[in-house]
């Protein structure tokens, strides 16, 4: 099975990129390939919307560093998603990425991504309530429904305003290797 982790947060080792980590290391224990994306250090444009996509079998027109990425989740058999809570939704870097997702769809809108992929989402927050970002979590959830991922896992950290905070946290650690084993 193939694995694909998606990093949409800055901080290297921050709490985000921790849990990606950990379910990436859940799932090579389970004998899964893994491979990890760091949108942060990466160079892309968010989605055109010129169309070409449309006409061109779902390719995108812009090669940049997110084709590689694309290419991959088209083969993956789940994918990671993690971005930390930024004004109330996924990050920038997040965002741009996620936009791209805009060529795995055909005109008529039908989804070229083959049915059935898993999905974790991991996300972090610096607020300590953990309804806060529900919404935000469940916006995310709804798109990767609409593209046929299965139901997510999801993994919440909350009070993450230290990078290493997470580290304190034993629990969702456990929580999102055990995730990526089950994959
Ligand atoms: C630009 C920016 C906007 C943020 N907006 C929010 C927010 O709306 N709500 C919140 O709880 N935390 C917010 N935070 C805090 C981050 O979500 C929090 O520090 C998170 O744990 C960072 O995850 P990371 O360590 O993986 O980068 C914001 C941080 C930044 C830098």
Do not use: W
């Amino acid at each position: 099975m193939k694995v694909i982790g998606i990093i949409g947060s800055p901080r290297k080792n921050g709490n985000v990129d921790t849990l990606v980590q950990a379910v990436l290391a859940g799932a090579g224990e389970a004998g899964h390939e893994t491979k990890k994306y760091e949108l942060n250090v990466m160079q892309y444009q968010g989605c055109q919307a010129c169309n070409y996509c449309k006409s061109h079998e779902g390719a995108c027109r812009l090669k940049d560093d997110l084709a590689p990425l694309l290419k991959d989740v088209a083969e993956a058999d789940a994918v990671v998603f993690g971005t930390p809570i930024y004004f109330v939704q996924p990050s920038g870097q997040f965002r741009l990425m996620q936009d791209r997702f805009y060529s795995f769809l055909k005109p008529d809108f039908s989804v070229t991504l083959k049915p059935g992929k898993k999905a974790v989402v991991v996300t972090s927050q610096g607020n300590p309530d953990p309804a806060m970002f529900d919404g935000v979590i469940k916006g995310l959830e709804k798109m990767l429904g609409l593209y046929g991922f299965e139901r997510p896992a999801s993994i919440k950290m909350i009070a993450g305003n230290s990078p290493a905070a997470v580290k304190e946290r034993k629990d969702l650690l456990a929580h999102a290797r055990a995730a990526g084993k089950a994959l």
